[in-house]
């Protein structure tokens, strides 16, 4: 039971404060540290290394292709995921068609949805031609 409270457990949307710290912590637990490069940058910069109020680090850092591929990989991995929660509703041929455009067509469910139960009467008749 303790070990499966440590696995971060999905407790739904609260915040998006809460969101966005669980979106960091999961980021930053897929990020592996390269050692070997951060010693090599350690030794080439030296003191410029550990910056203070008065260094300016401007041009001295340079990306390897590696880390940049990583980041755009990332990204666009992020991209799909997002894009896997919305989807795109399929459009019914068959059914019936009362609006004139999409705006018109939301509102028409929304109305049907509160109130259909209470003109589906009304509106049969004036189909068959036999309303009041």
Do not use: C, W
Not at 34 to 50: H, S, T, V
Not at 66 to 76: C, F, M, Q, R, Y
Request: aromatic residues 10%; positive net charge.
């Amino acid at each position: 039971m303790r070990k499966r409270k440590k696995q971060n457990p999905d407790l739904g949307f609260s915040t998006f404060e809460d969101s966005s710290i669980r979106q960091y912590t999961s980021l930053t637990k897929q990020i592996k540290p390269d050692f070997e490069q951060y010693e090599k940058q350690k030794a080439e910069l030296g003191d410029r290394f550990y910056a203070t109020a008065n260094t300016i680090m401007q041009g001295e850092h340079k990306d390897s292709p590696e880390a940049i591929e990583k980041l755009v990989g990332d990204v666009n991995a992020q991209a799909d995921r997002r894009q896997k929660f919305s989807r795109r509703r399929t459009f019914n041929a068959e059914s019936e068609i009362d609006f004139i455009n999409e705006k018109n067509m939301h509102f028409n469910k929304k109305l049907s949805r509160f109130y259909g139960k209470y003109t589906s009467e009304t509106k049969q008749n004036i189909e068959r031609g036999t309303a009041v």
